[in-house]
C-alpha cells in the first residue's frame, strides 16, 4: 500500500523560521503579507500558493519538500478543487417530465 507522501512537520516549519528571522507574526508583515499569514499558511492548505512558495524560500527549499502533499514533484500545486462532474448519466425514466421527483 502507497504511504502519504510525509513533508515537514507544522511545527518543525515555525521552529526553523523561529530560528533564522524570529517571530512568524513580523515575518509575515515584512515579506508583505498580513500579521498572521505564516500561521495561517502552515495550518490551511487553501489559504495562498504565492505564500506557501514564499515560505519555502525562507526555509531555502523547494514547497513540495516542505508540503509533498500540496505538490507535484514537478512544482506544480495540487488542484484543491473537487472534481463534481458526475460519472454518470440519470436515466430519463427516472424523472417525470424531466423535473426531479
Known amino acids: ?22 517571530s512568524l507574526s513580523s515575518v509575515s ?5 498580513g500579521k498572521n499569514a505564516i500561521s495561517n499558511i502552515i495550518s490551511r492548505p ?4 504565492a505564500g506557501e512558495k514564499k515560505v519555502a524560500e525562507l526555509l531555502e527549499r523547494e514547497p513540495y519538500d516542505v508540503w509533498p502533499d500540496r505538490y507535484h514533484a514537478d ?3 495540487v488542484s484543491r ?10 436515466p430519463a425514466d427516472l424523472r417525470a417530465k424531466g423535473a426531479a421527483a
Open 29 to 33: 508583515e515584512q515579506i508583505g503579507m
Open 46 to 49: 487553501d489559504y495562498s500558493i
Open 75 to 77: 512544482g506544480s500545486p
Open 1 to 22: 500500500m502507497a504511504r502519504k507522501p510525509c513533508g515537514m512537520h507544522p511545527e518543525d516549519i515555525k521552529a526553523e523560521i523561529r530560528k533564522r528571522y524570529g
Open 81 to 90: 478543487v473537487a472534481d463534481r462532474t458526475p460519472t454518470r448519466k440519470v
